[in-house]
């Protein structure tokens, strides 16, 4: 079965810091794909990256970027000159091969509630 | 509208009301989920549609029923709940054939008293 541990509860740094998210997954498949989504206070999960299980670059999207590493099972997240904006939760997910119904549903990690103070 | 809508975005019952929530998407997408995120529980998947047939169901109680008359509307019935049934239910949209990127409404919390 799959799992997608975040072994971090929550996670509090002053502005300006850089923070590590770390996210590690269990799954037997050879084909999967990871997540990252974004829960601010108002509920809406928001998309983040999406990354294939046989492109281990890592990835840069402005402040953000991605590790992920294969070897370790593990897809981490880094938030470079964190702003308090960036305060939420942030949940990494796994979505292994197609069931054969035409869709899978995403197994979610807990979760990280990361708090940015000014 | 853009993205994925829900109503009513908050709901108070009681255990012998029937209610029903409701999710539109404006994506285009053909498959559509809905998940419980309960407090200090991971997401969990209860229902997946694809092209307007339930694929999956993932034991799920009977007091909650879905509905998916097309593929931009998705509809949960419930009924008969109790009160650790209050969470946030959330809707998603997607393309259908595995593995796509699930493109989340802002949900519906709700309470069982």
């Known amino acids: 079965a799959q799992k997608v541990t975040q072994a971090q509860t929550e996670i509090s740094v002053v502005e300006k810091e850089d923070v590590t998210l770390d996210c590690v997954y269990e799954?037997?498949?050879?084909?999967?794909?990871l997540f990252w989504y974004k829960q601010p206070p108002s509920g809406e999960l928001v998309f983040l990256i999406r990354r294939n299980s046989f492109d281990e670059q890592n990835e840069i999207s402005g402040r953000y970027s991605w590790n992920f590493q294969k070897s370790t099972s593990s897809f981490n997240f880094t938030i470079t000159a964190s702003q308090v904006v960036d305060s939420a939760v942030y949940f990494c997910a796994l979505s292994e091969a197609n069931s054969g119904g035409g869709a899978d549903g995403l197994t979610f990690g807990k979760g990280t509630h990361l708090i940015i103070q000014p | 509208e853009t993205g994925v809508t829900q109503t009513p975005r908050h709901l108070v019952m009681g255990m012998t009301n029937k209610k029903s929530l409701k999710c539109e998407q404006h994506?285009?997408?053909?498959?559509m989920y809905w998940y419980k995120q309960s407090a200090k529980k991971p997401l969990e998947l209860m229902f997946v549609?694809?092209?307007?047939?339930?694929?999956e169901n993932n034991s799920v109680p009977s007091r909650f029923s879905p509905e998916c008359p097309n593929s931009s509307h998705l509809f949960l019935h419930l009924h008969t709940l109790q009160p650790e049934d209050s969470a946030l239910y959330l809707c998603a949209s997607s393309e259908s054939g595995g593995r796509k990127t699930q493109y989340f409404g802002p949900g519906t919390r709700l309470l069982v008293l």
């Open positions: 799954t037997r498949d050879t084909t999967y794909y």
């Open positions: 994506l285009g997408h053909n498959a």
């Open positions: 549609y694809s092209l307007e047939e339930r694929v």
